[in-house]
């Protein structure tokens, strides 16, 4: 999980192929007299919801992951609250996860809370269970999906180098070879 500013977006551009792109878009948009819904950048690979809501209590909001986005969430008109827990804290999901909504929900309450204020932004990574939509009234957000497919590449090469040093290097480069010649 991280929380950031705005202003410094482009510190978190690496993380994946398609985070400038969508970053980029947000700072340059004012969204504030923009309808609500879907802003589409590239079908199903990046697009942006532009939500309404109304903010719950803390008691009242679940816990939520992901397994195939990653979640980038900017609120627009107010401080928000969101909690957060390590998915690996968390035994099985009280509501299973639907892979056709790519969700699943946790009943228990956040082990982390903490405050979102508009020019900030949250990445909720699959190993993160998160509970947006906290405070009191009303709440203008953007919500992106990101496939996640990268990051997993990328941690998957943390854990190799970090857990087998040089030799974990060597098996890492011999394993990404194929997905860096992809196409699509």
Request: net charge negative; glycine share 6%; aromatic share 10%.
């Amino acid at each position: 999980m991280i929380i950031a500013d705005l202003t410094a977006c482009q510190r978190y551009y690496s993380l994946h192929p398609r985070m400038k792109e969508m970053l980029e878009y947000i700072l340059q948009h004012d969204f504030s007299r923009q309808a609500s819904g879907r802003i589409q950048l590239d079908g199903d690979d990046l697009f942006i919801n532009l939500d309404e809501v109304e903010l719950k209590a803390k008691e009242e909001q679940r816990l939520e992951f992901h397994k195939n986005y990653i979640d980038v969430q900017v609120p627009l008109l107010q401080a928000e609250t969101m909690g957060w827990t390590a998915l690996s804290d968390l035994n099985a999901p009280d509501i299973a996860y639907d892979s056709d909504r790519d969700c699943g929900f946790y009943t228990q309450a956040a082990k982390e809370y903490f405050c979102v204020n508009p020019g900030k932004f949250t990445i909720f990574f699959p190993e993160d269970a998160h509970a947006p939509i906290i405070g009191k009234g009303k709440q203008r957000k953007l919500v992106v999906d990101i496939p996640h497919v990268w990051c997993g590449c990328l941690a998957h090469v943390v854990r190799m180098v970090c857990t087998n040093g040089a030799d974990g290097m060597h098996h890492m480069c011999e394993g990404l070879a194929p997905l860096l010649y992809m196409e699509g």
